[in-house]
């Protein structure tokens, strides 16, 4: 027993300080040391691996989380990048129509609009083919209806 013994004396077990009455008519009387079995080699890889497992499920659930972050963080700078590239692409267009209009405006400017032909061409009139009259139908058409 942990730190006390048991001892016998006068037919009373002193249990520490406390004494204790033994049981009526027992069988045997003596002092039985408690055995302390060894745990079996089994019972130790047993527990070193189930401690590793439980190690194990730790590591994957703290990866787990900071892989799940990363993609959350990887989602948003993908859908800013997108949104960008729309921006982007709705910019270079106005830029493209800045462009072509002051294309358009120094094209303009360098020609003076009230410039006259030096030279008239004549062409002559060309004989465009009539396309042929229609035949008229004659009034007198029978229609024959399903047959």
């Not at 942990?2 to 300080?17: C, E, H, P, R």
């Not at 009526?24 to 408690?34: A, E, L, T």
């Not at 079995?37 to 890889?45: A, D, G, N, Q, S």
Request: no cysteine; hydrophobic share 35%.
């Amino acid at each position: 027993m942990t730190g006390s013994t048991i001892k016998y004396a006068n037919k009373m077990y002193m249990y520490g300080q406390k004494t204790v009455s033994p049981v009526s008519n027992p069988v045997i009387y003596g002092r039985f040391p408690k055995y302390i079995t060894r745990k079996t080699p089994v019972e130790k890889l047993n527990k070193i691996l189930t401690v590793f497992l439980i190690g194990l499920v730790m590591l994957s659930l703290v990866s787990y989380y900071f892989v799940s972050d990363r993609e959350k963080t990887m989602n948003n700078l993908g859908h800013e990048i997108v949104t960008l590239s729309n921006e982007n692409i709705e910019l270079q267009n106005k830029i493209d129509n800045m462009h072509s209009f002051e294309k358009v405006d120094e094209y303009i400017h360098n020609k003076t609009l009230l410039d006259t032909a030096k030279k008239v061409i004549e062409i002559p009139a060309v004989n465009i083919a009539q396309a042929p009259k229609p035949q008229a139908m004659p009034i007198n058409y029978k229609w024959s209806i399903g047959y």
